[in-house]
């Protein structure tokens, strides 16, 4: 088992990685815990150890569930569950699970502690670390949230076997991520060891930067084009997945910095190493074949970072930084010369 310390003044807590992890809970509980309001959904396969008394409360699966609604519905269903402020929520489950218990956590009876129990690669290396917990308006994706962190993280890496594998894919996308901030080689290190090195570079962040006021943003990595990209699937009705979302979005933000001269040209080694690191982990630095560059160029301009034109964090030679004021123009010039996957035949379903 792996331990990592999310080392936040006045309120540090742990991370436990490996498998089998989840059977810990007891030991991670704030003292006094009477009772546990479990939020989870019907497809995950886990539960939690027996020997602790808990409240099952099932949410919808997909990101529908991260809406207003089902945090509010939520709520009420721990208040006739006679669930109080002694008592801890549970989220087990993958990044959605984390967001919506992490909120409802944060808002009920003006917040109660909640303890993540992460069961997709996904959240175990990002969404259940750092206390962002976020739902989505009509208006666009994670709008509304709060900063709420969990007195503990467990990352059971046993429950990522029944994992479908689209989903670990998905997973593999902000592995990727990470490679470019800091994790060093994951190729030859085992799933704990790669979660573990993951997680201690994230925690590195959110300690330096808890509100994301300066350096936290570099987690963004990537994340400019593949919101965009998440946001096109959701309204066109092919849902790109997160993290596969994030590694198109990582190769394009190293061919935008190569092609505004921050690093070396456009063939050059940092781009290569992107597409290494991608191809590697199994991942496509494609666009999908019927994207839509004019349309993916309004909705990232729409992003809730770009305060100031687009905004990309970018590769340069100080490293990554979050370079705001992109022209659109440049953008849309780079986005139209990215790789994009084939178009399907006649009769070939898209291949996600
Ligand atoms: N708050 C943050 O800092 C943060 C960071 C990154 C991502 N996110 C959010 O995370 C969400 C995506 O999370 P995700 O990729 O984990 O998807 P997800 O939570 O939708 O999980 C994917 C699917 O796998 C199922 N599942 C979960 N664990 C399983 C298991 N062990 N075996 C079998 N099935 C299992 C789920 O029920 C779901 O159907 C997005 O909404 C994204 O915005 C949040
Ligand atoms: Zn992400």
Not at 130 to 152: I, R, S
Not at 328 to 336: G, R
């Amino acid at each position: 088992m792996w331990r990592v310390d999310v080392d936040l003044p006045g309120r540090p807590y742990p991370v436990l990685v490996g498998p089998g992890v989840r059977k810990r809970l007891g030991e991670v509980l704030p003292p006094g815990v009477r009772r546990l309001a479990l939020v989870t959904q019907a497809s995950v396969p886990w539960t939690l150890p027996d020997e602790l008394p808990v409240a099952r409360f099932e949410i919808p699966d997909g990101e529908v569930a991260k809406s207003l609604a089902v945090v509010g519905e939520l709520c009420g269903r721990f208040a006739r569950a006679g669930i109080t402020r002694r008592d801890a929520v549970v989220g087990l489950g993958g990044g959605v699970v984390t967001d919506v218990a992490g909120l409802a956590a944060a808002l009920y009876h003006r917040g109660i502690p909640v303890v993540h129990v992460a069961t997709t690669l996904l959240a175990q290396v990002d969404a259940a670390i750092g206390g962002k917990c976020g739902v989505n308006l009509p208006e666009g994706k994670n709008l509304v949230g709060a900063f709420w962190q969990p007195a503990a993280v467990l990352c059971d890496t046993e429950t990522l076997r029944t994992l479908p594998a689209a989903e670990l894919r998905s997973g593999r996308g902000e592995l990727a991520k990470y490679a470019f901030l800091g994790v060093g080689d994951l190729e030859t290190r085992s799933i704990e060891e790669q979660v573990a090195a993951c997680v201690a570079v994230k925690a590195s962040f959110v300690v330096a930067d808890e509100r994301e006021g300066g350096r936290r943003a570099l987690l963004n990595y990537g994340h400019t084009l593949a919101h965009a990209l998440e946001a096109e699937g959701l309204a066109d009705g092919r849902p790109l997945r997160h993290g596969e979302a994030v590694g198109v979005g990582l190769a394009f933000a190293a061919r935008l910095a190569a092609h505004l001269g921050r690093i070396d040209g456009e063939d050059g080694d940092v781009v290569a190493a992107h597409l290494r690191v991608l191809h590697a982990l199994g991942l496509s630095e494609r666009l999908p074949a019927g994207a839509d560059c004019a349309r993916l160029v309004s909705l990232m301009a729409r992003d809730k970072k770009a305060t100031d034109g687009l905004t990309f964090v970018l590769d340069g030679p100080a490293g990554l930084e979050v370079v705001p004021g992109v022209p659109a123009e440049v953008v849309t010039e780079v986005l139209a010369s990215h790789p994009r996957e084939p178009a399907p035949r006649n009769g070939d379903g898209p291949e996600r």
